[in-house]
């Protein structure tokens, strides 16, 4: 089945900087991709996501790149605020229906 | 807010007990996902529900089941509560098949003890 990795596990970074976090993923198959933030006591929250036949998305601040050869896919983060800290989750989809597999997350933390 | 409600937020029960959870999906949608998510992990893919029928499982045993109803609200039901089902239980409605966004509910926060 589908492995999907994630680094780094823990993130600290100044207000204002960017903050990259990379997942790879292991079934060629894979086709969908999103990122979601989860907030503490909260459920995860969709903020992005990318298609196979896509290398690129941006939305303001955030920005996904995927490389489909080397099978990794990044979320970038642009002039952090410290309404960003929060847990971060890649997520691989090998099948059709959002059946999804999750990296272990990075805990984000903008320092004021 | 996604308008996917989960319900009860937080649940008690004691191993052995048995156990149903359950989920509004987003209006319009027809497709429901479940995730057990432990604590520091990311979730884990438990079954999914497409128009009542169960379309997909993940590696769980069959003490985890599910149902769909006609409005696409869905139930996950636990039997034989063990103490590693300790966890946060997520569902997560879409729209059809296709990898289309999928938006998650708060979460029920189950604890076996």
């Known amino acids: 089945g589908e492995n999907v990795e994630q680094h780094p596990s823990t993130l600290s970074v100044q207000e204002g900087d960017s903050a990259v976090i990379k997942c790879t993923y292991s079934?060629?198959?894979?086709?969908?991709f999103p990122w979601y933030k989860q907030e503490l006591g909260k459920g995860p929250q969709l903020i992005i996501d990318?298609?196979?036949?896509?290398g690129e998305k941006k939305d303001q601040r955030i920005a996904v790149t995927l490389n489909k050869t080397a099978k990794h896919f990044s979320l970038h983060i642009t002039e952090t605020q410290p309404e960003d800290s929060a847990v971060y989750f890649c997520?691989?989809?090998?099948?059709?229906?959002?059946?999804?597999?999750f990296g272990t997350g990075t805990s984000l933390t903008v320092i004021p | 807010e996604t308008g996917v409600t989960q319900s009860p937020t937080h649940l008690i029960k004691t191993r052995g007990q048995q156990v149903t959870l359950r989920c509004s999906s987003q209006?319009?949608?027809?497709?429901v996902s479940w995730y057990q998510q432990a604590l520091g992990q990311g979730p884990q893919f438990i079954f999914q529900?497409?128009?009542?029928?169960?379309?997909g499982r993940g590696n769980f045993p069959p003490r985890f089941s599910g149902l769909q109803f006609p409005n696409y609200s869905s139930e996950l039901n636990v039997n034989a509560l063990e103490l590693d089902d300790s966890a946060l239980y997520l569902c997560?409605?879409?729209?059809?098949?296709?990898?289309?966004?999928?938006?998650f509910g708060q979460g029920t926060r189950l604890t076996v003890v």
């Open positions: 997560a409605s879409s729209l059809g098949l296709g990898n289309t966004e999928a938006f």
């Open positions: 079934d060629s198959a894979s086709n969908y």
């Open positions: 990318i298609r196979s036949n896509v």
């Open positions: 997520a691989a989809s090998p099948l059709t229906g959002n059946q999804f597999y």
């Open positions: 209006s319009g949608h027809n497709t």
């Open positions: 529900y497409y128009r009542e029928e169960e379309n």
